[in-house]
């Protein structure tokens, strides 16, 4: 595994390549001053770590409980090696909030209810493995933005390597999550399936509006005033539409095919 040269945390380049930024394309956000846009990308990859770090702590949750009650020794060691690389994520996204003079921000209100939510499903159900894809799959899949950024972009060397020690496990969360996903659908009577997709696709659209489209308050703290503006910017950006439907439709039909009734890629 690569390691992280924490001296090396810089603001002077990007965190996220200027073209996958939330206001990408958007012109009045490109006739910004350079340095309010790289402070946009520097939040918006704190947005995506502040993800992280509240879903891999509920899913290491949830795969202790499984792995302690698990009889299979193969299934347990699954477990517990997505337990071990979900913690180094975890403590390498704490490592650059605490260098970045970023905080840990407590999650938000809709966060915590919906964490209340899945905590009430059963820990192996179907709903519960494609609820724990999704929220493998999209932050992944938007990591690894970073990882693509163009050659005659200045990224920042240290969210790049945190990009490939995250990309390295995630694709294996992810096959895991899908084969745990496909199983479980397998066994849930077909009305079941269908009452639930409705739940599904609720939770679909409110993480894809939580992951892409970050909070006014960010955009604020990047010098971008009123922050309500931006947000609304963000979210009516033809551009930013386009890499929420690319990032998303790889999940949504794959859970077509074993069964969910969710819809294809929004078009909001
Ligand atoms: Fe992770
Ligand atoms: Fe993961």
Redesign the pocket.
């Known amino acids: 595994m690569p390691t992280i040269d924490w001296d090396a945390v810089d603001h002077a380049c990007w965190w996220v390549p200027p073209g996958a930024l939330s206001l990408a394309t958007v012109p009045a956000f490109e006739a910004q001053p350079l340095a309010v846009r790289r402070r946009v990308s520097h939040l918006e990859y704190l947005h995506l770590v502040e993800t992280g770090l509240v879903?891999?702590a509920f899913?290491v949750e949830r795969l202790a409980w499984l792995a302690g009650r698990t009889a299979n020794p193969q299934a347990r060691s699954a477990y517990l090696r997505?337990i071990r690389?979900?913690s180094g994520?975890s403590l390498m996204f704490v490592e650059l909030l605490r260098r970045s003079e970023g905080e840990v921000a407590r999650p938000r209100a809709g966060v915590r209810f919906v964490r209340a939510l899945a905590r009430r499903l059963a820990p192996d159900s179907a709903l519960f493995w494609a609820m724990t894809m999704i929220g493998?799959e999209l932050p992944?899949r938007l990591t690894c933005t970073v990882e693509a950024g163009p050659e005659e972009v200045t990224m920042s060397r240290v969210v790049v390597s945190m990009a490939r020690v995250h990309g390295a496990?995630?694709a294996g969360?992810?096959a895991f999550a899908r084969e745990r996903c496909a199983e479980a659908a397998a066994r849930l009577p077909a009305w079941r399936r269908t009452a639930q997709s409705a739940v599904l696709a609720a939770w679909l659209a409110a993480f894809e509006r939580y992951l892409f489209y970050p909070q006014p308050d960010l955009y604020a703290r990047a010098g971008l005033a009123p922050g309500a503006h931006w947000r609304a910017c963000a979210l009516a950006n033809p551009a930013r539409r386009a890499l929420a439907a690319r990032l998303i439709a790889p999940s949504v039909a794959f859970l077509r095919g074993i069964g969910w009734a969710l819809g294809g890629p929004r078009q909001k």
Do not use: M, S, Y
Request: glycine residues 0%.
């Open positions: 879903l891999e899913f997505e690389e979900e994520h493998e992944a496990d995630e969360h992810a």
